[in-house]
Nanobody, 123 residues
Framework: QVQLVESGGGSVQAGDSLTLSCAESGRTGTPFVMGWFRRAPGKDREFVAGINRSGNLREYAESVKGRFTISRDKARKTVSLQMNIAKPEDTAVYYC????????????????WGQGAQVTVTS
């Protein structure tokens, strides 16, 4: 059974950096397409960033483009989200997710989900 476990959440001040990590276990074979989503209080879950199987293609939500970087280590089966120049509006629970399809920002296209990691950015 596929499991995704996030780590690295916490509280930072605006302008600081934070890195989230997600470790996959329970499966061998073709790597998943991986993505990060977030859900802020009172809002729907939204796409943040995605990376393809080989790690050479990335996409980002406009709100984080230029500040966040998604990367993956296929050997370690981990995916990371480097968050720079954090803003209070980045405060949310961040979820790691796995899909078989790159390019979709629809959470319904993602088959597996982590439990979420809280990120709080204070001004």
């Amino acid at each position: 059974q596929v499991q995704l476990v996030e780590s690295g959440g916490g509280s930072v001040q605006a302008g600081d950096s934070l890195t989230l990590s997600c470790a996959e276990s329970g499966r061998t074979g073709t790597p998943f397409v991986m993505g990060w989503f977030r859900r802020a209080p009172g809002k729907d879950r939204e796409f943040v960033a995605g990376i393809n199987r080989s790690g050479n293609l990335r996409e980002y939500a406009e709100s984080v483009k230029g500040r966040f970087t998604i990367s993956r280590d296929k050997a370690r089966k981990t995916v990371s989200l480097q968050m720079n120049i954090a803003k209070p509006e980045d405060t949310a629970v961040y979820y790691c997710a796995a899909s078989s399809k790159f390019g979709s920002r629809d959470p319904r296209e993602y088959e597996y989900w982590g439990q979420g990691a809280q990120v709080t950015v204070t001004s």
